[in-house]
């Protein structure tokens, strides 16, 4: 079984996501973790943001490992990255890598690399996966998919405070602004932009706790399996 977790910066995808696999003893996948992992790649050896097929073959050679053991430096739920032999977990969210992941993750050369390598690590079982095109792109048979969502003004507040946890300082009005110009590039791409499946259930996480979402997204589960004759 598969479930895919959607929607834009800030709408609490990770938290959403990791809890509910830690719930369901599925594994974790963090979609974005590898574009951010490419974009790290790029900008360490110089690569210009614009050159797709570059960038391409830089995705399709990158010794990239995802390693859900423990939490990582950068927070709780998210995944350790690793490039090759380095710990590249606090690296792959920083500033400078957000600013960039956007315009590199909307190259054709770039996605068709990072889905072939989601779709094999998402066959190897039971798996939450999540990110902008999980639902509609890598996998569109998964049994359950979601689409989060909340205001812009809730998706910057939850933001600021991660960066905070993370002893960085940042200003709210920057930090949305920063989100929106993310959302724009990443629903306005012409391959695989961030949308809803048809057969996506939306909720809007602005006045709902983590675990009500949790909560939510498992009876989604049970119900899936319940339907497929799977309990
Ligand atoms: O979820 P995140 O903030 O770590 O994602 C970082 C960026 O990666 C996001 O702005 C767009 C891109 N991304 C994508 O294009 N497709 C995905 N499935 C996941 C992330």
Do not use: C, N
């Not at 110089?46 to 990239?64: C, F, H, I, K």
């Not at 068709?112 to 390598?117: D, G, I, P, R, V």
């Not at 946890?165 to 009005?173: M, V």
């Not at 920057?174 to 629903?187: G, I, P, Y």
């Amino acid at each position: 079984m598969v479930v895919t977790v959607d929607g834009p910066a800030g709408s609490g995808k990770s938290t959403i996501a990791r809890r509910v696999a830690t719930r369901l003893g599925f594994t974790y996948l963090d979609t974005g973790a590898m574009y951010r992992a490419v974009t790290l790649a790029a900008l360490e050896k110089g690569v210009p943001l614009g050159d797709g097929p570059e960038l391409g073959r830089l995705a399709s050679r990158l010794q990239l490992r995802l390693d859900d053991a423990g939490p990582a430096p950068s927070g709780e739920s998210q995944s350790r990255v690793f490039l090759g032999p380095r710990d590249v977990s606090l690296e792959v969210r920083s500033p400078e890598v957000t600013a960039a992941v956007s315009e590199v993750s909307a190259h054709a050369a770039v996605r068709s690399a990072m889905t072939e390598l989601q779709r094999r690590l998402a066959g190897r079982g039971q798996t939450v996966m999540e990110g902008r095109d999980t639902g509609t792109v890598v996998w569109p048979e998964a049994e359950v998919k979601v689409f989060l969502t909340a205001s812009p003004e809730e998706r910057a507040r939850r933001r600021l405070l991660q960066l905070k946890a993370r002893g960085l300082t940042a200003e709210q009005e920057q930090v949305k602004r920063e989100m929106l110009r993310r959302d724009a590039w990443d629903s306005g791409r012409e391959v695989a932009p961030l949308r809803k499946a048809e057969d996506a259930v939306e909720i809007d996480t602005s006045h709902l706790t983590i675990e009500q979402v949790v909560e939510r997204v498992v009876v989604l589960v049970k119900e899936a399996k319940a339907k497929g004759g799977a309990v």
